[in-house]
């Protein structure tokens, strides 16, 4: 059903990683509504876009506060219309080992990067169900995979992860798809120096991830191309899981 042009909401969207994923997609002439927690960074972000000729609109809103999302939704239908595709880009990396963590900064983590994913989905596949077609993409992590040494980040994106194959029985027979993609390193201001480092001598492709390339997946996700692909966990990471020594902190 693709059509030529989507309403496409993607939360975090003024983060590093959605750069990409924006340009990408909007390069595809879709409508990109980004959603951010700051208006300002949302709409510095859809500045962005429509300076490289797109086409976007910012919306701000809590992705944990159900009734803020309820809100978000009521607007976007009002100035924009359905929602066709949801990307649940927001996250957060909580860089405290067990020893450094507490119970109020893993339930931040896991409200954020689980919680968050699961109040958009509830809220905005009503559109896409009246319509009998949708696509969620969520941006997960290998860290949902392999584990991670920040506890909390890794047991919020395993979360994701189930939470997604989860959701097939509700959205059987729907023309909904719903899949997760599991990025390694990405380039982003976030990556600190070491870890470049080891991705050059640990990874075999020996690359980090251009947020581009996390858009061109999105953007396959979203096609007829892939409307077989369906609660899959979509790995992108230069074959670092193979290894899954990327971050052994023990080894010399």
Same mark, same amino acid.
């Not at 949302?42 to 809103?61: D, M, N, W």
């Not at 395993?158 to 599991?182: K, P, Y």
């Given at each position: 059903?693709?059509?030529?042009?989507?309403?496409?909401?993607?939360?975090? /969207? #003024?983060?590093?990683?959605? &750069?990409?994923?924006?340009?990408? $997609?909007? +390069?595809?002439?879709?409508?990109? %509504?980004?959603?951010?927690?700051?208006?300002?960074?949302?709409?510095?972000?859809?500045?962005?876009?429509?300076?490289?000729?797109?086409?976007?609109?910012?919306? /701000? #809103?809590?992705?944990?506060? &159900?009734?803020?999302?309820?809100? $978000?939704? +009521?607007?976007?239908?009002?100035? %924009?219309?359905?929602?066709?595709?949801?990307?649940?880009?927001?996250?957060?990396?909580?860089?405290?080992?067990?020893?450094?963590?507490?119970?109020?900064?893993?339930?931040?983590?896991?409200?954020?990067?689980?919680?968050?994913?699961?109040?958009?989905?509830?809220?905005?596949?009503?559109?896409?169900?009246?319509?009998?077609?949708?696509?969620?993409?969520?941006?997960?992590?290998?860290?949902?995979?392999?584990?991670?040494?920040?506890?909390?980040?890794?047991?919020?994106?395993?979360?994701?992860?189930?939470?997604?194959?989860?959701?097939?029985?509700?959205?059987?027979?729907?023309?909904?798809?719903?899949?997760?993609?599991?990025?390694?390193?990405?380039?982003?201001?976030?990556?600190?120096?070491?870890?470049?480092?080891?991705?050059?001598?640990?990874?075999?492709?020996?690359?980090?991830?251009?947020?581009?390339?996390?858009?061109?997946?999105?953007?396959?996700?979203?096609?007829?191309?892939?409307?077989?692909?369906?609660?899959?966990?979509?790995?992108?990471?230069?074959?670092?899981?193979?290894?899954?020594?990327?971050?052994?902190?023990?080894?010399?």
């Amino acid at each position: 059903m693709t059509a030529n042009s989507l309403n496409i909401l993607i939360t975090g /969207a #003024a983060g590093g990683m959605c &750069e990409g994923i924006n340009s990408r $997609l909007a +390069q595809a002439g879709h409508h990109i %509504i980004c959603l951010d927690l700051d208006l300002d960074r949302s709409e510095a972000a859809a500045l962005k876009i429509r300076e490289q000729g797109g086409k976007a609109t910012a919306f /701000a #809103a809590d992705v944990c506060d &159900e009734q803020a999302v309820a809100t $978000l939704h +009521q607007q976007i239908r009002d100035h %924009i219309g359905a929602v066709q595709v949801l990307v649940n880009a927001a996250g957060i990396l909580d860089r405290k080992y067990l020893k450094d963590s507490d119970a109020q900064s893993f339930r931040r983590a896991i409200d954020i990067n689980l919680v968050g994913p699961f109040v958009m989905i509830k809220e905005f596949s009503e559109d896409m169900l009246q319509a009998g077609w949708g696509r969620i993409v969520n941006i997960a992590s290998i860290a949902g995979t392999t584990g991670y040494p920040y506890p909390s980040y890794a047991a919020s994106k395993a979360g994701l992860a189930n939470l997604t194959r989860s959701l097939l029985e509700d959205f059987w027979g729907t023309g909904l798809t719903v899949n997760n993609i599991c990025p390694g390193v990405v380039d982003t201001p976030m990556v600190i120096d070491s870890v470049r480092q080891q991705v050059r001598r640990r990874v075999p492709t020996g690359n980090i991830i251009d947020p581009a390339e996390i858009g061109g997946l999105v953007n396959f996700l979203i096609s007829d191309d892939a409307k077989n692909i369906n609660g899959t966990n979509m790995l992108i990471d230069g074959g670092a899981t193979q290894l899954f020594s990327l971050f052994n902190n023990h080894e010399d």
